[in-house]
């Protein structure tokens, strides 16, 4: 994936007023309150998966 994701709001302090971080790859930078942060993925939550106990398979 080559799209950097791409925040609505500031983390700190809620404003709007981003824009990317030249110095590292997928850092944004807030207007409003001058900190820059960083996105980060860090996996997906064990509730969203379905396990089926009968063994067969579900129709």
């Not at 709007?16 to 993925?41: I, S, V, Y």
Request: aromatic share 8%; hydrophobic share 30%; net charge negative.
């Amino acid at each position: 994936m080559s799209e950097r994701a791409a925040p609505f709001h500031c983390p700190y302090c809620g404003d709007e007023d981003l824009r990317p971080n030249e110095t590292g790859h997928g850092a944004w930078e807030c207007g409003a309150c001058n900190r820059a942060f960083q996105l980060k993925f860090l996996g997906l939550l064990a509730r969203g998966v379905r396990h089926d106990d009968g063994g067969g398979e579900r129709i």
